[in-house]
């Protein structure tokens, strides 16, 4: 199995700041890497995929990053409907998702 | 716009076979594969596995001699059945659609709305 560790796992922000979460492979995955932001009591939504695609309707603030191994989400500047948890999935092996970045309020 | 909506039993007792069904709205089963995913209480994600339409299947290695996943095309429903659940399967359970029929689009696009299965004695 392909693990995916995302950090940090917590992360405390303002509205208006640049957010960066990190996600990284045991494996090569080339890019096929997704992002999602899940809101409580509420669906995982989509975002990116394959690595740096933006999904339709997604702000353009939301970007994607990397290869192979590494890959980032920025959020180029933070605002208050973004509060929420990321997490990435890769989908080169069947299909596993990291562990989860919340964005909290500073 | 395509929508899932799910249903099944929401409390198990140990050792008992959880069953879920998702039915699929304003879309078909055709072209995709349909995947399910679960959350533990305050936890991450986790890919249990996928059914085509033709009925071809890819199970979580992990969870993969519990699992049987099937499609009902003239239902335009497909289901999931765990046996021998523990109340490490206690999680809410999401019927999801992947982008498309190819392992490249092994992403999710359209979710259901979710069961909570509790697996409890």
């Known amino acids: 199995d392909i693990q995916m560790t995302q950090s940090p796992s917590t992360l405390s922000a303002s509205v208006g700041d640049r957010v960066t979460i990190t996600c990284r492979a045991s494996q090569n995955t080339g890019n096929l890497l997704a992002w999602y932001q899940q809101k409580p009591g509420k669906v995982p939504n989509l975002l990116i995929y394959?690595?740096?695609t933006l999904e339709s309707g997604v702000p353009s603030r939301f970007s994607g990053s990397g290869s192979g191994t590494e890959f980032t989400l920025t959020i180029s500047s933070l605002q208050a409907d973004d509060f929420a948890t990321y997490y990435c999935q890769q989908y080169s092996s069947y299909s596993t998702f990291g562990g989860g970045t919340k964005v909290e309020i500073k | 716009q395509v929508q899932l909506q799910q249903w099944g039993a929401g409390l198990l007792n140990p050792s008992e076979t959880l069953s879920l069904t998702c039915a699929v709205y304003g879309g078909s089963l055709k072209g995709y594969y349909w995947s399910w995913i679960r959350q533990p209480p305050g936890k991450g994600l986790e890919w249990i596995g996928e059914?085509?339409?033709?009925?071809?299947?890819n199970y979580s290695p992990s969870l993969k001699s519990r699992l049987i996943m099937s499609v009902d095309s003239s239902q335009n429903q497909f289901s999931l059945k765990v046996t021998s659940v523990t109340a490490a399967d206690t999680a809410v359970y999401y019927c999801v659609r992947n982008r498309g029929s190819d392992w490249k689009q092994r992403f999710f696009d359209n979710w259901g709305q979710g069961i909570l299965v509790t697996v409890s004695s």
């Open positions: 059914v085509h339409e033709s009925g071809g299947t």
């Open positions: 394959r690595t740096s």
